[in-house]
């Protein structure tokens, strides 16, 4: 079954502690997104990549990184820097290609709380 | 003004009727259009996409598009109690990695 998977599915960290999202995907898809999710607030942009060792920062990149060495791997560290970071990730993917607007698909998230 | 508007509801239909959910956007460039499903406690799950004006349909699914206007809709025919979920609408300029979501419009079918 091709699709998008994210662990932990809920995760608890202490404040000051760094934690990393997984996110991979089957699609073979190029291009690999980070959002954010708060109550009574849309979806915000952290990262997004379109390649392979190659991303760029969303709305929101502060306090987060990422990388991208393999194509179906797109991982997210939530710093200590990260002044706010319990909140709803979800990893999304698509087709990539500039000129072109494709369907994104997500993930089924992870839960992040920090105390 | 927000880039994508939804009024976040509830709003409430009975079960059978039909579900209307509006979407407004600020950003004449905009290309591409796609509206999602969000059960509570849940992921986003794509529903439709649609790319020019005018209406595409899917099952009970219809979505219309109008850029004139910078509006897209999306009805749900004979709405079902598992139709209960928040829909958010997306936009896309072609040739960018941006999408850009409202905040959601929550529907609730009364049984």
């Known amino acids: 079954d091709g699709g998008i998977t994210q662990s932990p599915k809920y995760l608890f960290r202490k404040e000051g502690q760094n934690v990393t999202l997984s996110c991979e995907q089957n699609?073979?898809?190029?291009?690999m997104y980070w959002y954010r999710q708060d109550p009574g607030q849309g979806l915000r942009l952290i990262y997004y990549?379109?390649?392979?060792?190659?991303?760029q920062k969303g709305d929101i990149a502060e306090g987060y990184s990422v990388s991208r060495e393999k194509k179906e791997s797109f991982p997210l560290t939530v710093t200590s820097a990260q002044k706010n970071p319990t909140a709803f990730y979800l990893c999304?993917?698509?087709?990539?290609?500039?000129?072109?607007?494709?369907?994104?698909?997500f993930g089924p998230g992870t839960r992040l709380t920090v105390t | 003004q927000k880039e994508v508007e939804q009024n976040s509801g509830p709003l409430s239909v009975p079960e059978g009727a039909i579900a209307s959910l509006n979407c407004t956007y600020s950003?004449?460039?905009?290309?591409?259009f796609f509206w999602y499903r969000q059960y509570s406690g849940k992921s986003p799950e794509l529903i439709m996409s649609?790319?020019?004006?005018g209406d595409k349909e899917d099952g009970r699914f219809t979505a219309q598009l109008n850029k004139a206007s910078q509006y897209v809709s999306l009805l749900i025919r004979d709405s079902q109690p598992s139709d209960s979920a928040t829909y958010l609408c997306?936009?896309?300029?072609?040739?960018?990695?941006?999408?850009?979501f409202g905040t959601g419009t929550r529907l609730k079918v009364l049984a």
């Open positions: 999304a993917s698509s087709e990539g290609g500039l000129g072109s607007s494709y369907e994104q698909y």
């Open positions: 699609l073979n898809h190029d291009a």
């Open positions: 990549s379109q390649i392979v060792n190659d991303f």
């Open positions: 950003d004449r460039v905009s290309q591409s």
């Open positions: 649609i790319y020019s004006n």
């Open positions: 997306a936009v896309n300029r072609s040739g960018t990695y941006k999408y850009i």
